[in-house]
Structure formats: C-alpha cells, structure tokens
C-alpha cells in the first residue's frame, strides 16, 4: 500500500470499539481471549463485525485469559490480545501480565475503564491503570480519543515485540468506545531488528579460541525455527557444549550429543559444579537471571568468569554481569550470522570438557531407586517415549515441575513453555492456548494438585471450542514446594501446606471428558494413549506418594539431612501419625480417597 493509499484509509464513520478491533485485524492479530464485561461492550461489538478474522476465545476467568494470550504469543512469536474488565477484571489478569514480563513475552492486554467525567471520584470498579501495570509491563497507557485508537495499537505492537519483547496494557475509557470517528486505519510497518555488529563476532571466535572450558547458555524467547537452526549448527559445528535457562528447553534439541541439560530451579547439581569451573561463559539470549544463576550464586556478580552476553535489549547487556563482550542483536539474525562464520577445524580443545558434561547429563537421567507403585522419574522417561515429535508441553510451578527437564529429552520440534517467574495456575489455560494456536499438535499440561484447583476450570472453555488438551494431575495432596522448604529449615512441622482434594476424575467426566486414575508406573503410559485416543480432553491424575518430594531426595532424607546439620541439643518433635487414606481406590499410603 503506498502512502497516500495509507493515510486515506477506511474514511467512514466508525465506532471507536469497532475502530479498535478493525486496528487488531490491520496490525496482523488473529486471536482475542477475553472474558466479557460491561465496561467493553462495544468493543465486543466491533469484534462481532470482525468474527471471521479474529477468534474470539471466551474464557472463564481473567488471569487465565491473560495466560493463554501469553502462551500463544511465546510459541508463536506473535502478540495475541487479551481483554479484561475494569477493577477486579484487571486485579485477576495483572499476573498473568507479570508472567509475559519476566518471560519476555509480547502481550497485548485491554481494560475497560470508569467513564472520564468520574475520574478520581473512586467510582465503581475505578482504579488508574497507568499506576497499577507501571512495574509489571513494558508500557502502560490509557486511550481517551477514539480517532488514536490505530496510532496507539501500532505503537503498542512495536513496543510489544521490540527489544526485549513483553507485555502492553492499555485502558479504555467508557465513552470513548461509542465515540464516532473517522480514521484510517494504519497498517502494519516491519520494524528492521538490530544486528550484530560483524566486529564483535569476530571478538567472540577470538575468545573462544582461547577457552579450553566454554559453556554456551541460550534462553530469550522470540526464536525462530531458522534461528534455532542456525544456533545449533553454530554450536554443533565447534562441539560446544549448551546448556539452557529455566523453562527453556523449546530453544535447543535436547537429544543432541552436545546439550548438557537446563540451568534454573532444580537443575543438575553436577551441572553446576561444572558450570563454576567454566571459563568462558557464552549467554545468548539469557539475561543471566536469579533462577538461571541459583539467585545470583553461581557466578559473582559483577563476573568472576568471562561471559559474551548477546541480547536484543541493550539494556539488559550487563544489568547485573558485566560481560567482556556485549553484543546488542536480534536473537535470530545473530545465530545465522554467528553459524555462517568457518568454525575451527576439530578436535576442538574442549572436547574431552563437552563430552564428560554431556556424560553428566546422561547419568543425572538415571532414575533413582524408589519401591512405591508409583516412579515418577520412569513414568517421565516413558512419557518422553510416547510424545509426539511435535508435542507441546506446558508446565506450572511446583516441585513435580523438575520431573520433566531432568528425565525428558525435548527433540527440535517439540515444546516445553513453563512460566519462569513461578506463577501457579499457569498450565491449564496455557495448554488451551496453545492447542488453539495449533489444534494439529498434541498438547500436554503438567500441574500439581494446588495449581490445578487455581485454574482447572478452564477445561470448560477447551471443551467450549473444541480443543482436546491432556493434563497430568500430580496429586500428593500438597503444596509441595513450600512443604519442602518447611522440611528443611522447620523438619516435620508441617504448617499450612496440606490439601484436601476432590476426584480429578470424576471432575473432567463432569465435562464429558476422559478421565484416568493412575496408581502405579506400569499403568501411566497405558492410560495416556487412552487419554490421546479418546480424542476429548482429558484428566489423567498421577497418585504421587508424598515422600516424592523433589526428584532427588524424599521428606526423609531431608529431614535427616536437617538434623545432621543441626547440633543434638534440641530433642526431636515427632510428627502426628498421618491417617490412612485413598484405601477405596487403591492408592498408596498418603494420598487421598
């Protein structure tokens, strides 16, 4: 479209809730998760009008819609649109808003807002958005002047997926919905992404040649399949180990001989002894965050190990490390520039380093002993045998998240998003998301018996349009992280941690879906192609024994860890005797009827 075609657009008069819809199709977004509220009716109004281009993705509850806005913009790179209410509307999504900012996820997020003329009279459902989302998002804002809803959309796209991408939140006054104008649209304007500067690569081989203990560190979102290509033919082609940040395995293939597992809560505790003895850190899309660096531990701040940073957002380059090289660069451009530079000819001189990481790696897979009915660790390898090539796996937050990373290879086309900044409730809607955005591929949600409770519900809104995710209820009747922090710095006072739940099962056929009980390792992998071959969506619940703590020490062992390292001047407080439970489904001793 040339200019003047551009600034005539679609002269004719236009509500503003149709203006602003009309502004979602012309900036490239497909996709809306909202739940419905009075103080947006007539942008519901204006997507009627633009139902064939833009799903509407009616949700049950705010910040799941949020949640599922983020996981389809992080898998597909594309912001997605979500609308909430004013007040408590906005209360509910703001986490999934701090969720897309600390994932780096582009996010659009529109509020109904008070009509002008009430401004500052703490009107019903009144709160200044601009105030409440200042630290949570990239930009905040608030719409007034319905012929700037085009201007102000556009902008907030590019801002949305600029640098380091995140999420957008802008309110919408009442009036200014009804509002008649007339106004162009304006269309979609590519933004050119910043490249790496052909000297600075150079000055990263020259540091490289001369490490004998390299570990290359990739996180960021935003990857392409041509970037994750390149960066794993760069990284292949010079034998350098990889290792990736937390929750983001999606940005290398796990199977290949060179990656030596994640770095974030959980990780290999041989990985990070590994990790202190490097002597030259490569971080390509990873901040270098409090997760990835075990609250800022395993290497000091400013840097007591050489690290090349390479970031689209230089403000991110040196936030906390201050890096030898810093390279400000599109993720994606600076993998195909980095791959097609001649890489030194092997052996390499840290090949014997790759290979002992990698041996690493292949040992911490090996899945400990445990003489309950119920392994979670072989239940994830066999897990990793039966997912598609192509499956998309969520995750919440919760101490069973660490089962999959350890035990689970992710192949080159396979998914695993999880929310890094530990947000509870995040699987469920996250897994409706994306089998929206990719009905095609199988979807997979791992959530903790807590999380699922938050969000579950939501199940609805995948039957609603009709989409069949699987979820894997891990239940051990707790919440399990906390429970683990009081077991090491409060050994057997349990305080506020227990849960009481209902039958998952019973919950998903309420639905008219498929629903599974699985007590012992031998049934899972049975009940998940029954779960896939059902072709509904499905609640496979995993009766996980509560001893199963974290995947590498049971209560017990934490208990006596404890008090080993406790002086023997305080006798010990015996905990209640726990009673028997789940005896009317056979499950093992500590899990629920």
């Known amino acids: 479209m040339d200019l003047s075609q551009a600034r005539k657009g679609r002269l004719v008069p236009r509500m503003g809730g149709r203006v602003l819809a009309d502004a979602l199709v012309a900036q490239g977004i497909d996709h809306v998760f909202a739940v419905p509220g009075e103080s947006f009716l007539d942008v519901l109004d204006g997507l009627y009008d633009n139902r064939q281009k833009l799903k509407l993705v ?19 790179g594309r912001p997605a649109a979500a609308f909430v209410t004013r007040g408590p509307g906005a209360c509910h999504g703001s986490i999934g808003v701090h969720v897309a900012m600390q994932d780096s996820t582009p996010l659009l997020l529109f509020v109904g807002q008070i009509p002008l003329a009430d401004t500052g009279r703490d009107a019903f459902q009144e ?108 990284a292949t082609a010079r034998g350098l180990p990889v290792a990736v940040g937390f929750r983001r395995q999606a940005v290398y293939d796990g199977t290949r001989e060179n990656f030596v597992g994640d770095l974030g809560v959980g990780a290999d505790p041989a990985l990070l002894a590994k990790a202190r003895d490097a002597d030259l850190i490569l971080a390509i899309g990873s901040r270098l965050g409090d997760a990835v660096t075990q609250g800022y531990a395993l290497f000091t701040p400013p840097g007591d190990v050489p690290i090349v940073q390479v970031y689209p957002d230089g403000a991110e380059i040196g936030r906390v490390y201050r890096p030898v090289l810093g390279i400000v660069s599109d993720l994606n451009a600076f993998a195909v520039a980095a791959a097609s530079r001649p890489a030194p000819a092997a052996p ?133 992280t906390i429970r683990m922090h009081q077991e090491r710095t409060y050994p057997a006072r349990v305080s506020g941690t227990a849960l009481t739940n209902p039958d998952f099962v019973r919950f998903i056929e309420a639905f008219g879906g498929h629903g599974e009980l699985v007590t012992s390792t031998e049934a899972f992998v049975p009940a998940f192609q029954r779960a896939v071959a059902s072709g509904r969506p499905a609640v496979i619940e995993l009766a996980v024994d509560p001893e199963q703590i974290t995947t590498r020490a049971t209560i017990a062992d934490l208990r006596a860890g404890r008090a080993a390292a406790k002086p023997a001047a305080k006798p010990k407080r015996t905990p209640a005797a726990a009673r028997p439970t789940g005896a009317a489904r056979g499950k093992p001793a500590g899990t629920r009827a």
């Open 58 to 76: 009616t949700c049950r509850f705010e910040g799941a819609a949020v949640h599922m806005a983020e996981a389809y913009g992080k898998l597909t």
């Open 127 to 234: 709160v200044d958005y601009r105030q409440m989302f200042a630290p949570l998002a990239k930009w905040t804002t608030q719409i007034d002047q319905a012929a700037r809803i085009p201007e102000v959309v556009a902008h907030a796209i590019d801002v949305a997926i600029s640098g380091r991408p995140g999420p957008v939140v802008i309110a919408l006054s009442e009036e200014m919905q009804r509002d008649i104008v007339e106004v162009p649209d304006v269309p979609r304007a590519p933004v050119a992404a910043p490249l790496a500067d052909p000297a600075a690569l150079a000055r990263l081989e020259a540091l490289l040649s001369q490490a004998r203990r390299p570990l290359l560190v990739l996180g960021g979102s935003g990857w392409s399949a041509a970037g994750r290509e390149a960066i794993t033919e760069f």
């Open 348 to 480: 390499h001189p840290w090949d014997g380093w790759t290979a002992e990481l990698r041996r690493l790696r292949e040992a911490g897979r090996e899945v400990p002993d445990y003489a309950g009915p119920l392994n979670l660790g072989t239940a994830m390898r066999a897990l990793d045998g039966v997912l598609t090539s192509d499956a998309i796996v969520t995750t919440d937050a919760g101490n069973f998240a660490t089962w999959a990373p350890r035990f689970i290879n992710f192949s080159e086309d396979q998914r695993y998003i999880g929310p890094t900044n530990g947000a509870m409730g995040y699987a469920v809607p996250a897994a409706v998301g994306a089998k929206i955005a990719f009905p095609d591929r199988m979807v997979v949600a791992m959530v903790g018996d807590g999380g699922f409770l938050m969000t579950g519900q939501e199940i609805a809104t995948a039957f609603h349009h009709g989409v069949a995710p699987i979820v894997l209820v891990f239940n051990n009747q707790m919440y399990g």
